[in-house]
T-cell receptor, first 110, second 114 residues
Framework: SQQGEEDPQALSIQEGENATMNCSYKTSINNLQWYRQNSGRGLVHLILIRSNEREKHSGRLRVTLDTSKKSSSLLITASRAADTASYFCASGGGGFKTIFGAGTRLFVKA | DGGITQSPKYLFRKEGQNVTLSCEQN?????MYWYRQDPGQGLRLIYY???????QKGDIAEGYSVSREKKESFPLTVTSAQKNPTAFYLC?????????????FGQGTRLTVV
């Protein structure tokens, strides 16, 4: 199975609520990245957390990394309808060694 | 405007045909990648290149070919040997030398066999 696996596969919330997505990986990593993909479009980089970091913030995004559990979480606070998209974690050694999970599909209802 | 451009956005292929997907970047990135995405799936690496005139197979290279004659360009050919080519294809680029670097993606090409 893939290195990065997101949970849940799909998430539906109301606007204003927080959305939490989780990612697990199997082998050691240099970093873990989160990307967003709008339907039928390319991926857009959201945030990168290095293996020696535990938490990182960017605007309404908060990412945590627990290397002992080989897991990461992405929290989107005060969600908006425009946050509706698929979110992918990407882990590994960087570059061609990066492995993408299957993604979490987030639907934010207005 | 720096970025990575894929064309065409939609492509239809008849059985037995070869088709070429274009990918161009003006970010001065050394590394370029091709991924395949199937519905509800993650991205799978087809080919990657870290320098001009050099490229390496990824996890699912069979039935595909690439070239890297210029730093800016990394076209992907889907050959007739690829038995199930209908998918969404994404090209990406990144800097080399720093493993903690993000990838920049094009908008994708949706290939359909008719």
């Amino acid at each position: 199975s893939q290195q990065g696996e997101e949970d849940p596969q799909a998430l539906s919330i109301q606007e204003g609520e927080n959305a939490t997505m989780n990612c697990s990986y199997k082998t050691s990593i240099n970093n873990l990245q989160w990307y967003r993909q709008n339907s039928g479009r390319g991926l857009v980089h959201l945030i990168l957390i290095r293996s020696n970091e535990r938490e990182k913030h960017s605007g309404r995004l908060r990412v945590t990394l627990d290397t002992s559990k080989k897991s990461s979480s992405l929290l989107i606070t005060a969600s908006r309808a425009a946050d509706t998209a698929s979110y992918f974690c990407a882990s590994g050694g960087g570059g061609f060694k990066t492995i993408f999970g299957a993604g979490t599909r987030l639907f934010v209802k207005a | 405007d720096g970025g990575i451009t894929q064309s065409p956005k939609y492509l239809f292929r008849k059985e037995g045909q070869n088709v070429t997907l274009s990918c161009e970047q003006n970010l001065n990135h050394d590394a370029m990648y091709w991924y395949r995405q199937d519905p509800g799936q993650g991205l799978r690496l087809i080919y990657y290149s870290q320098i001009v005139n050099d490229f390496q197979k990824g996890d699912i290279a069979e039935g595909y070919s690439v070239s890297r004659e210029k730093k800016e360009s990394f076209p992907l050919t889907v050959t007739s040997a690829q038995k199930n080519p209908t998918a969404f294809y994404l090209c990406a680029s990144s800097m080399l030398g720093d493993r903690n670097t993000e990838a920049f993606f094009g908008q994708g090409t949706r290939l359909t066999v008719v």
